[in-house]
C-alpha cells in the first residue's frame, strides 16, 4: 500500500514531486485537469487515492481561499520532503493537513 502523504515526504516509491503535485492540485481547482486524470499519473492505489479525496476535499471557498489551501499545502509537504522539525513524520503532517 502506497500512502499519498509518504510518497510526498519520499518516504515511499515511487516518489512524488511536491511542486508538481501542487500544480497539478492548482490545475484541477481552476483549470482543465481532473481528479480522476491526477490519480491516474501517480498511479496512486486506494489508500493513497482516499488520502488524495480527503486532501481535496479541504479546499473550500472563494478562489483567494483556495489558492491559498493548494499553496499551503505545497509548503507543508516541502517542509516534510525535508524533515522539518514538527513536519518530520507521516503522522504530525497528517494532523497538519487535517487528513
Same mark, same amino acid.
Given at each position: 500500500?502506497?500512502?499519498?502523504?509518504?510518497?510526498?515526504?519520499?518516504?515511499?516509491?515511487? =516518489?512524488?514531486?511536491?511542486?508538481?503535485? !501542487? $500544480?497539478?492540485?492548482? &490545475?484541477?481547482?481552476?483549470?482543465?485537469? @481532473? +481528479?480522476?486524470? /491526477? =490519480?491516474?499519473?501517480?498511479?496512486?492505489? !486506494? $489508500?493513497?487515492?482516499? &488520502?488524495?479525496?480527503?486532501?481535496?476535499? @479541504? +479546499?473550500?471557498? /472563494?478562489?483567494?481561499?483556495?489558492?491559498?489551501?493548494?499553496?499551503?499545502?505545497?509548503?507543508?509537504?516541502?517542509?516534510?520532503?525535508?524533515?522539518?522539525?514538527?513536519?518530520?513524520?507521516?503522522?504530525?503532517?497528517?494532523?497538519?493537513?487535517?487528513?
Amino acid at each position: 500500500m502506497m500512502s499519498l502523504v509518504e510518497r510526498l515526504m519520499g518516504l515511499e516509491d515511487p =516518489k512524488i514531486s511536491v511542486h508538481e503535485f !501542487a $500544480a497539478s492540485c492548482f &490545475e484541477i481547482v481552476f483549470g482543465p485537469r @481532473t +481528479v480522476q486524470q /491526477t =490519480k491516474t499519473y501517480y498511479k496512486m492505489d !486506494a $489508500a493513497a487515492q482516499a &488520502e488524495f479525496d480527503s486532501l481535496m476535499s @479541504t +479546499v473550500k471557498g /472563494t478562489d483567494m481561499k483556495r489558492f491559498r489551501t493548494i499553496f499551503m499545502f505545497e509548503q507543508v509537504f516541502i517542509l516534510a520532503e525535508h524533515g522539518a522539525p514538527l513536519y518530520s513524520t507521516p503522522s504530525k503532517i497528517r494532523i497538519r493537513l487535517n487528513i
